[in-house]
């Protein structure tokens, strides 16, 4: 049932993301002062823009799991934060780059995306951590949601407050107060947008099936192999599939007396 | 949100007077820090010890302006973390929630009632590290800054209590709680501290206090409001099982 | 007389992680009957108090519990039942009096019934002193009180004779033995006493209910077995 989204999900990225590249090298202007390395943007303000969105569709699937209380909405909202943490760090990674490039520093903190970028990934770095030291799967998922909840509320808020306490001193390429950018950038620039949403996506989807998978596998050997065909589940940050616990064990000879009530 | 069931009719001789259940929570945790004072005290004496560690470790007999802020701030919060640390521990240790879970009242009231205390504990804590700052550290006078820096400080608890008292209930039932605790609140106060820091700086400035940016102050405050509302609402899932 | 029963579970179920501490357990508790728990350690005795006690939901199943179904009406239940677990639920740097005022102030209750409750289990003399300067058999008493202070229909009860001598436990009796008139759930490893005391015996194992019957068809040996 995944494997067809996956399909066509992969195809469209690997169309978008070569669609991208091709763009980005031979259509989109060179930057006059900043040169070949400023092309590093398209790559790290798409990413920075979904992994910002990523994390509040984190939250709200997270609300989606504590109204429904269906642990379907847990593992995607998981999944999503998870994959969001990995474009977080390729995120910082470019925009140290593209700093490096742009204004000789590694680091600089006028740039209030960037800022921002920092510590909501200083936050939801602890995302894992939490849920791994949560044993019990049922409340893991449920103080997971609730810490999602909570961080995704918290990343407009961030960026809010960041921006607004940064002094503009270095000249920002997605200006559009001054004149907007050039259409070559412009159309470049959303593509890029969509290869990365798409990227992510895939990911996700990619991760849902995977898990979706192996706990079907598992519930399966349960049922035909016994419980102990299955190796014992150790400490997990990873949100169970429903299905998995329920008790598909062949039933058991009652005890000695019979019972009247 | 769910109901307390049907009200009760208040029966002759009740104590005194029919006490609100986040206040008879509220009342039993003060009286327990009276009685054994333990969470207030080590943030007094951290706060102190910090303002000495910032002394040596900037090498500045005074400090003013931003920086004063900075210091103050960072002190205060990291000295909350300790009191975020202990504050569901007695319910913790004594068998775990159970005692209050199983009394027929609304779960938020235990929300309420510590985020309560520990606005009450920090107002403590900072009516002596102002005056500790402002002796050890603070270049400039303190008494033209006071009115401001009071409404700053009264705004930061609020965040400080109401994202402090909800991280706290994570963390205490899992298994690292004092790391988790540290890790996922202060990223999570930046916000609160930007605005504090830049609310107040102006308050401590060397040549004299300036005026009170409401800007900052409103960023509080809506900080204050949509996590408030925010935990108030979620707080609720932490306890049931 | 109230022909609803006090507890209704029927296909009860409660998951940790992939192991089930509970189930498919169904049984019935007519009101004003002691129902007595057996089983080997592990057995789900104490998570069963805990779903009837509404601290946990349950996850399969059904529990009517008082006539209100859990988890929905959960918080119609919690000021009816008592529950005396291996915790004291006591705050230890508070006196009993402390303590067990906090308690009738979340359930709204007179200041008398505190000191009637202390008089009749004799800890008015030591009911001043923090809780964690009292022995256990002292402290098992003001736990004891907790628990009935709100004249809960139903009880439940961990182990309720641990810790306690003779004397305490004649004291205690009344409030929550089978003269009190309250439906009981006891957990007990006393095969021979726990039979004398109930009305209804459930055996537990793995979760399951492995024996079910009124006390008065079973005998020890039977609820050896389940130890085996």
């Not at chain 1, 890029?192 to 996700?204: D, E, K, P, S």
């Not at chain 2, 109901?3 to 003060?30: C, F, I, V, Y």
């Not at chain 3, 929550?176 to 009305?199: C, F, K, N, Q, Y």
Request: with cysteine; charged share 20%; hydrophobic share 55%.
């Amino acid at each position: 049932m995944h494997g067809k989204r996956l399909r066509v999900l992969s195809l469209a990225t690997l169309a978008a993301l070569t669609a991208t590249f091709a763009l980005v090298f031979f259509y989109a202007p060179l930057d006059a002062d900043q040169g070949f390395i400023q092309k590093i943007f398209y790559v790290h303000v798409p990413v920075a823009i979904v992994t910002l969105i990523a994390y509040v569709v984190g939250g709200v699937f997270a609300a989606l799991h504590l109204r429904t209380r269906d642990r379907a909405w847990d593992l995607r909202s998981y999944v999503v934060i998870h994959i969001a943490i990995i474009f977080n760090i390729l995120g910082l990674v470019t925009g140290a780059i593209w700093a490096k490039a742009s204004w000789g520093h590694w680091w600089v903190w006028d740039e209030p995306t960037l800022v921002s970028f920092l510590i909501v990934f200083l936050l939801f770095a602890t995302y894992q951590p939490l849920r791994f030291s949560i044993e019990d799967p049922e409340r893991q998922s449920r103080y997971a949601s609730v810490f999602a909840i909570m961080a995704g509320a918290f990343v407009p808020l961030n960026f809010m407050a960041v921006r607004a306490a940064t002094a503009y001193v270095h000249p920002r390429v997605l200006a559009t107060s001054d004149g907007g950018m050039p259409s070559q950038m412009a159309l470049t620039f959303v593509v890029a947008i969509v290869a990365m949403t798409l990227l992510f996506a895939l990911m996700c989807t990619y991760e849902i099936t995977s898990k979706s998978t192996s706990w079907q596998l598992r519930a399966l050997r349960r049922r035909l192999l016994g419980d102990e065909a299955v190796a014992p589940l150790g400490r997990s940050a990873a949100p169970a599939v429903d299905g998995a616990g329920t008790g598909s064990a062949p039933a058991r000879p009652r005890g000695t007396a019979e019972a009247t009530s | 949100m769910k109901e307390n069931g049907t009200r009760l009719r208040w029966p002759r001789g009740h104590l005194r007077h029919p006490m609100r259940p986040s206040m008879a929570l509220l009342r039993k945790d003060l009286l327990l820090e009276r009685r054994a004072p333990e969470a207030v005290p080590a943030m007094l004496l951290f706060t102190v010890t910090t303002f000495v560690l910032f002394h040596f470790g900037l090498g500045r007999d005074e400090v003013a302006g931003r920086l004063a802020a900075g210091v103050l701030l960072v002190t205060l919060l990291f000295a909350a973390i300790l009191g975020i640390n202990r504050l569901f521990v007695s319910e913790q240790e004594e068998g775990g929630f159970d005692g209050v879970l199983l009394a027929p009242i609304d779960r938020t009231a235990l929300f309420v009632a510590k985020a309560c205390a520990l606005f009450l504990f920090l107002a403590l804590v900072e009516l002596v590290a102002v005056a500790a700052f402002s002796i050890l550290l603070l270049g400039p006078s303190p008494w033209p800054a006071l009115p401001g820096l009071i409404l700053v400080l009264a705004l930061l608890n609020v965040a400080l209590a109401v994202v402090g008292t909800l991280v706290s209930a994570l963390a205490i039932r899992t298994r690292a709680r004092d790391l988790i605790v540290p890790i996922v609140a202060l990223p999570m106060l930046v916000p609160a501290l930007i605005a504090a820091a830049r609310a107040s700086a102006p308050l401590l400035a060397a040549d004299g206090a300036g005026a009170l940016p409401t800007k900052w102050l409103a960023v509080l405050a809506l900080y204050d409001l949509v996590f408030g509302l925010l935990a108030y609402a979620v707080f609720d899932f932490l306890l049931e099982d | 007389m109230d022909a609803q029963p006090a507890i209704e579970l029927r296909g009860l179920g409660r998951r940790y992680g992939e192991r089930a501490a509970l189930d498919d357990v169904t049984v019935t508790v007519p009101t004003g009957a002691t129902l007595v728990v057996f089983g080997p350690n592990g057995a789900g005795k104490s998570t069963l108090l805990r779903v009837l006690a509404t601290l946990l939901r349950p996850q399969e199943g059904t529990a009517t519990v008082l006539g209100e179904p859990l988890p929905d009406r959960d918080w119609a239940v919690r000021g009816r039942v008592g529950l005396l677990a291996h915790e004291a639920l006591l705050y230890r740097d508070l006196s009993a009096r402390e303590n067990l005022r906090f308690h009738a102030r979340l359930h709204k209750l007179p200041a008398a019934r505190i000191e009637e409750l202390l008089e009749r289990t004799r800890l008015a003399g030591r009911a001043d002193d923090p809780v964690r300067t009292l022995s256990r058999g002292l402290l098992q008493r003001v736990a004891v009180c907790r628990t009935v202070l709100h004249d809960p229909p139903l009880l439940l009860l961990d182990e309720p004779r641990a810790n306690l001598d003779p004397a305490a436990a004649e004291l205690i009796e009344p409030l929550i033995g089978r003269a009190s008139g309250r439906t009981r759930v006891i957990t007990s490893h006393d095969p021979a006493g726990g039979l004398a005391e109930a009305d209804l015996a459930l055996g537990l194992r793995d979760g399951r209910v492995a024996l079910l019957a009124p006390a008065g068809e079973l005998d020890a040996g039977a609820i050896e077995e389940l130890y085996r």
